[in-house]
């Protein structure tokens, strides 16, 4: 076999490989009109035709043409990817809600929000007291979608919010039953589930960023199926799934999307010991699976840009977390031991080993 040959070869075993992992994805004309804001009409009958691609035609195998060709191909697609498990995935990875299911949240009150006084509370008390525990919530982007009429926040996250803020608002408002369930986290937690079952919500960051929220929440003891231990181990599964514990070396984010992707997977870390701690079980993150840095100060440089907000995060508040990240890190560390002593058989000699370690 020729060099060229050869080369041919693993150009195309690489190609086929960055496809299984993830890397790289065509996009889907309906992805890129939603980015670009274009909300398809569905009263309008009239149909669109797409225009067909030209495609371009293969040279033939062995010659060099046809080398540059897989070179041009790769580098296309590499180019175009809008989603990737590095990326930012699939966008419409599950099927749209129908007429039916939108009809369905509405009757179920999913698509409603309390009035303005009361999402403001509500949204103040989750930046004071949830956040600092949970920070995977871009603040100042939240904050100007939030006071944008035009492009709201995500329908699904902001219940999660209004669901963890209501755990905590202290406000005297809530003595006052001028809007019955206003202040009730339970009526948000079930809004935000509805929304979720139904795949409202297609970014998967925001996906995440909801889950963790969700799991924040906790309904009592009678509660044995989907309790926080049940939404956090939902929110790590679904950020294994779009690559969220990853960055690639064909990574294509940018320094901001790679601080936040940092927070959530950190954050994720320190929810995953906290409710395996309190609740048993074992832990869903292994550490040797993801190729992400210690969470570090920088990683809410973007936020500090907003010290005078209100929702700006205090430096306390940063140090807190990354003290409390690096020990749920020694957290995970200790528990993974346990769970192999205690699921493993062990020489005597290897549990001295162990216990030493922990």
């Not at 980015?35 to 797409?50: C, F, I, L, M």
């Not at 043409?65 to 419409?92: C, G, M, N, P």
């Amino acid at each position: 076999m020729s060099t060229l040959s050869q080369v041919e070869k693993s150009l195309e075993r690489e190609d086929h490989l960055s496809i299984v992992l993830g890397f790289a994805r065509p996009i889907d004309s309906t992805v890129l009109s939603q980015d670009k804001g274009e909300d398809a009409d569905t009263s309008s009958s009239v149909s669109v035709v797409p225009q067909q691609p030209i495609v371009e035609k293969e040279p033939s195998s062995g010659t060099t043409e046809h080398l540059s060709f897989y070179i041009k191909k790769r580098r296309a697609r590499f180019q175009d990817v809008e989603t990737s498990r590095d990326v930012k995935k699939l966008k419409a990875s599950a099927a749209t809600p129908d007429a039916a299911s939108i009809a369905e949240l509405r009757q179920n009150g999913a698509l409603d929000l309390p009035r303005s006084p009361v999402r403001d509370e509500l949204v103040d008390a989750f930046f004071q007291w949830v956040d600092p525990l949970v920070p995977v919530v871009r603040k100042n982007e939240f904050v100007k979608s939030y006071r944008c009429s035009t492009k709201p926040p995500s329908l699904l996250l902001m219940q999660a919010i209004l669901a963890a803020g209501s755990t905590v608002c202290k406000s005297p408002s809530r003595e006052i039953d001028q809007e019955p369930g206003a202040y009730d986290p339970g009526i948000y937690f079930d809004r935000a589930r509805l929304l979720y079952e139904a795949n409202y919500e297609k970014d998967p960051v925001t996906l995440v960023q909801s889950l963790i929220l969700m799991g924040w929440y906790w309904e009592g003891l009678n509660e044995t199926t989907k309790d926080s231990f049940y939404w956090t181990k939902v929110a790590i599964a679904v950020a294994h799934a779009f690559g969220l514990h990853r960055i690639y070396e064909a990574s294509c984010l940018g320094i901001d999307e790679k601080r936040l992707r940092r927070r959530i997977w950190w954050t994720l870390l320190t929810r995953d010991c906290s409710v395996t701690l309190a609740l048993g079980g074992s832990l869903s993150i292994d550490m040797k699976d993801t190729n992400l840095e210690l969470i570090c100060a920088a990683d809410f440089e973007d936020e500090q840009e907003y010290k005078s907000s209100p929702h700006a995060s205090a430096p306390e508040h940063v140090q807190f977390f990354l003290q409390y990240a690096a020990l749920s890190q020694q957290t995970a560390l200790v528990l993974s031991q346990l769970h192999r002593i205690f699921t493993e058989q062990k020489t005597e000699a290897d549990l001295e080993s162990m216990m030493g370690f922990c």
